[in-house]
């Protein structure tokens, strides 16, 4: 299959007509299909003289409709297909979404596992003080309604990005209430339940 496949010097892979002997672009869903390495060269296949020129028999080299030269394309075993568009930069940015994605996800996980043990904290503390701990019992279910729509929000493509705003809201809004019960409780509250010292 790949050696009925050419390419250019851009990248752009080209095939047989259905009906002719000429050389269309092999089209893909985003446009013609592309054959890049990382760096966005062409993968033309080399010899000892340089970029190998597809050949028609004796009628010489392969070109393009338009006279564009064509060159043997230089693809793994069992080619499947290129990619639709964009050549080697897209492969780059697909990694670094992909790397983005993973930071972020390890990003979210540390800050929840640390609003976990304040929140915990904080609530052993000033839980049962009048007024901070009925704030404190407020806030907690308040905050797990306000995850629990969001994530419903989230799982939904239409409302997926207020779901991510509404559950970055809610955390900022939970934490600013524990931390302030805990400010007030040290600097002029009660006193009572306190795990630092004065």
């Given at each position: 299959?790949?050696?009925?496949?050419?390419?250019?010097?851009?990248?752009?892979?080209?095939?047989?007509?259905?009906?002719?002997?000429?050389?269309?672009?092999?089209?893909?869903?985003?446009?013609?299909?592309?054959?890049?390495?990382?760096?966005?060269?062409?993968?033309?296949?080399?010899?000892?003289?340089?970029?190998?020129?597809?050949?028609?028999?004796?009628?010489?080299?392969?070109?393009?409709?338009?006279?564009?030269?064509?060159?043997?394309?230089?693809?793994?075993?069992?080619?499947g297909?290129?990619?639709?568009?964009?050549?080697?930069?897209?492969?780059?940015?697909?990694?670094?979404?992909?790397?983005?994605?993973?930071?972020?996800?390890?990003?979210?996980?540390?800050?929840?596992?640390?609003?976990?043990?304040?929140?915990?904290?904080?609530y052993?503390?000033?839980?049962?003080?009048?007024?901070t701990?009925?704030?404190?019992?407020?806030?907690?279910?308040?905050?797990?309604?306000?995850?629990?729509?969001?994530?419903?929000?989230?799982?939904?493509?239409?409302?997926?990005?207020?779901?991510?705003?509404?559950?970055?809201?809610?955390?900022?809004?939970?934490?600013?209430?524990?931390?302030?019960?805990?400010?007030?409780?040290?600097?002029?509250?009660?006193?009572?339940?306190?795990?630092?010292?004065?």
């Open positions: 299959m790949a050696d009925e496949i050419r390419i250019d010097t851009d990248g752009v892979l080209y095939q047989r007509g259905f009906l002719s002997s000429g050389w269309i672009p092999k089209q893909g869903l985003l446009g013609p299909e592309v054959a890049t390495n990382i760096w966005g060269s062409p993968q033309i296949k080399h010899d000892l003289f340089g970029p190998v020129r597809g050949q028609e028999g004796f009628f010489g080299p392969s070109h393009t409709w338009d006279g564009k030269p064509l060159y043997e394309a230089d693809l793994p075993q069992g080619y297909g290129g990619r639709d568009g964009g050549g080697g930069l897209g492969g780059i940015l697909i990694a670094i979404y992909f790397w983005v994605e993973i930071l972020t996800i390890i990003l979210v996980t540390a800050i929840s596992i640390l609003l976990f043990y304040e929140a915990k904290r904080i052993s503390a000033w839980g049962d003080v009048p007024g701990g009925t704030i404190l019992k407020v806030a907690l279910p308040a905050f797990v309604v306000g995850v629990a729509v969001s994530l419903v929000m989230i799982f939904n493509a239409a409302t997926r990005a207020s779901g991510y705003y509404l559950l970055a809201w809610s955390a900022l809004v939970f934490v600013i209430i524990i931390e302030g019960c805990d400010l007030h409780e040290k600097w002029g509250g009660s006193n009572q339940g306190s795990l630092t010292t004065p």
